[in-house]
């Protein structure tokens, strides 16, 4: 089945089509590769950055990363998790500069905002919080706390999926994500104790 034609090559597993570029380099393997993640890794980089050309940017790098480190993949989880954790690493790492960088520079100002998220209306608990004041907090928790509740709650991703990213157990998972919630609620109702409805 080695010399397929492209038919049979797009018919190939995550992880066959990870093992021929392991094995081979072929292009045509990284190309389906690309094929099936590029859209998704640009999508999850646009909701965290909000601006099309930096997550061109970061699309490129992540794909980049996850092609020289394909031979890291052991399988233990799906391929599609090990790349959305890899997807959600570096996206952190971008903003932790980020904001390091609006911190030393002392400006929080509404132009800065296109790194800010806006797309969480779906928090559950968290539905009376206006957006705007929910990503402020987001952005002052550490990078851990904010991973988890977005994939919670913006990506609805299971506790498994949850799990099989981080490594950890079921009650490990649900432990950090109600430490989380209680972090930016708390926050939540020190800063805007007045408009809380």
Do not use: P
């Amino acid at each position: 089945m080695g010399t397929a034609s492209n038919i049979d090559l797009r018919n190939l597993t995550d992880e066959e089509v990870v093992q021929e570029i392991i094995r081979s380099g072929n292009q045509k393997y990284i190309s389906i590769l690309y094929d099936r993640y590029a859209n998704k890794i640009y999508r999850r980089s646009i909701s965290f950055v909000k601006e099309a050309s930096i997550a061109e940017d970061l699309s490129h790098d992540i794909f980049m990363k996850i092609l020289l480190n394909l031979s890291s993949f052991k399988g233990k989880s799906k391929f599609s998790t090990w790349v959305y954790s890899i997807t959600y690493n570096f996206c952190i790492d971008f903003l932790r500069k980020k904001q390091k960088e609006r911190v030393q520079a002392n400006t929080f100002s509404g132009e800065n905002n296109s790194f800010l998220e806006e797309d969480v209306e779906e928090f559950e608990i968290l539905r009376q919080m206006k957006v705007e004041r929910l990503m402020y907090l987001l952005e002052k928790v550490n990078a851990h706390d904010k991973m988890i509740l977005l994939m919670k709650y913006q990506d609805n991703m299971s506790i498994k999926q949850i799990q099989s990213v981080f490594d950890i157990s079921e009650s490990a998972v649900k432990m950090r994500i109600n430490r989380a919630k209680g972090k930016i609620k708390k926050m939540y109702l020190t800063e805007f104790r007045e408009g809380y409805k």
